[in-house]
């Protein structure tokens, strides 16, 4: 009896541990009927399914089945063999007429189940009629809903996956076996270097500040040498709200808050500037950690630490230098508040700097970092995993710029931010004070403060000279903008598409209740209605898990790696008037010992870059087949690629090269 043969090809990741020596079985699903279920056993078997691998067979059918709508996978172990992991890439079924079919996988089987994959034209919710394929949908999501379950991990700021430990994460979202050792052993490496000299237990003061290299011989970076030089310059100090790892707090200012009563004669004393007209010319700017009002400090070494929530105003210069000018170290100006200047004494306007500097140590780090990149992230992605299906253009769009993120978010709240994690342990801000920080940074955390284009207009800094942030961010935002409007209009050709699509609207509003609690005032959308609407949102989800977590991530240790200039806590409390200071003073104000090393440890290791990093714009894992999306990918990745030649040109003769937003060293996704 005649029958009509498939071509199956299989191909196996290339991966640590993607290899199956077990039975691999194969059905065809198509709108005229299936196949049987049929062992793909070939010339090859037993190594059919080793990692890198490309396998291919036939299966026979007695009649056409139509356009094939799914495949399912099954592995069954032989008596003598383990059951063990594979990781299938994707595979690719020619029909008898010569169509191929493309079935994307990326994903683990780890048991004998029977796995359903779709084939991989994208398709939204309301346009799967095929029933089998519908079902499908269906079944894939209420087997998500399971898997990704939200969580509260304290009251009051954005909700979590819920794991125990990184084995209850689904296979698919775990670390490769490359980053899990990678990571172990970065981490392991630096506390072993620190032990070995004794430091990490050590709870004494430094006695001279030269005595802080000591810390690290090997682990430095020609950013942290720079800043070890540079430290105590005020040229430095303020260049580093531009292009340091905050560069969000920093906003022009018009008119001084009424705590802050700077003069224009404590300032401008020789009146070679008027104080009043550079605020009106644009000169003037604000840095005002008011979020750190009142937090509660914890004992490190059985002693109180200090967390000010000073107020720095900066002037540009007319060579265009951004210089301090004054500080107040809290917020409500009294007599024993006094406001710190440029021709106070070198240790009391040092003292106010480094005050400053571990204030931003808290704000950076909680604010900025934590909330703004990692724990949205992983918003976008548990309500991308429990509400989208693989078959969904915003699933395909979305996928890779989750990777690694719930992992690695995991890890951070057991090793950094638990009740024995390095930062509860070693960050003046560190339990109670954390958790205050974070619902003060949740309630002032705006949707326009995400977007870039907005943030730097209402912070008014469009004009301010070399900031590199500024520039790279907005080009990036504007690359990636036209990246995904390309990509979603070929989806959603009219607002009513958007409006009707079910699974969409249920992502936005778990983005909506789970990681901005609910709260209209933050104006995150809570359903979309317009395309430009989706697009928009779409655009600033990768550009926050990308481009914005290695603007705040990726020079940690270059910055702070040399304590002085970052420090994570102060041991003693601001001087209350001035004249009281010295070199003395200020070692004991600066953090013991052991607390340096642990700090200056894990600023290494969260600033490690992984050798299974993957670049902004590459998708190793094809998820879109159609050939439209696929050109619009090639056109992205051709577009970063230029921004990468431009910013390398500027870089060349900058002093100080901003290298972090850089396409080349931007990660697709919070992994680190």
Sequence with gaps: MKTVDYKVTVYTGDLVGATTLNNVYIKLVGTDGESQRQWLIGLKWPVAFIGGEVSTFTVSCPTSLGKLVLIELDKQRLPIILQDPWFPAKVEVESPGGDIYKFPIYRWITDSEVHHFREGKALRVFEDSNHLGAYSREKELKQRSEDYCWDVYIKGIPHCIKADNPLDLPTEVRFSFTKTTEFAFTASTGLAELNLKGLAASQESWSNIDEIKQVFWVKHTKMSDYVQKHWKEDAFFGYQFLNGVNPMLIRRCSVL????????????????????????????????????????????????????????????????????????????????????????????????????RSAEFSEHQLNVHLLRTHLLAEVFAVSLLRNIPKVHPLYKLLIPHTRYSLQINYLARKLLISKTGVFTAFAASGGEGMITILRNSLSSMTYRSLCIPEDIADRGLETVPNFYY?????????????????????????????????????????????????????????????????????????????????????????????????????????????????????????????????????LWLLSKQSSDFVPLGQYPEEHFTEEIPRQLIKDFQAELKTLSSEIKDRNSILDIPYTYMDPTEVENSVAI
């Design 257 to 356: 808050p009424s705590n802050f009563p700077v003069t224009n004669d404590m300032v401008f004393p020789k009146h070679q500037f008027n104080l009043e007209d550079e605020m009106k010319n644009g000169n003037i700017f604000l840095c005002d950690y008011k979020r750190l009002d009142g937090v509660e400090t914890r004992l490190i070494n059985g002693k109180k630490q200090y967390l000010m929530a000073p107020l720095v105003l900066l002037h540009k210069t007319p060579n265009e230098k951004l210089m301090p000018i004054a500080i107040q170290l809290k917020q409500t100006p009294t007599d024993d508040n006094p406001i710190f200047l440029p021709t106070d004494s070198e240790y009391d306007w040092l003292t106010a700097k480094i005050f400053v």
């Design 470 to 602: 500024r520039d790279d961010g907005l080009r990036l935002w504007e690359i990636i903008h036209r990246f995904v409007r390309g990509i979603l209009q070929q989806y959603y050709k009219n607002d009513i598409e958007v409006q009707k699509d079910s699974e969409l609207q249920k992502w936005i509003g778990d983005i909506f209740e789970h990681g901005f609690l609910s709260k209209p005032g933050t104006g995150i959308p809570q359903r979309f209605t317009t395309v430009p609407e989706l697009v928009k949102f779409v655009t600033m989800v990768i550009f926050t898990g990308s481009c914005q977590h290695a603007a705040v991530n990726s020079g940690q240790f270059d910055y702070g790696g040399w304590m002085p200039n970052t420090p994570t806590s102060l041991q003693q409390p601001p001087p209350t008037k001035k004249g009281t200071t010295n070199e003395a003073m200020l070692l004991k104000t600066l953090p013991d010992v052991n607390t340096t090393a642990q700090g200056m440890a894990t």
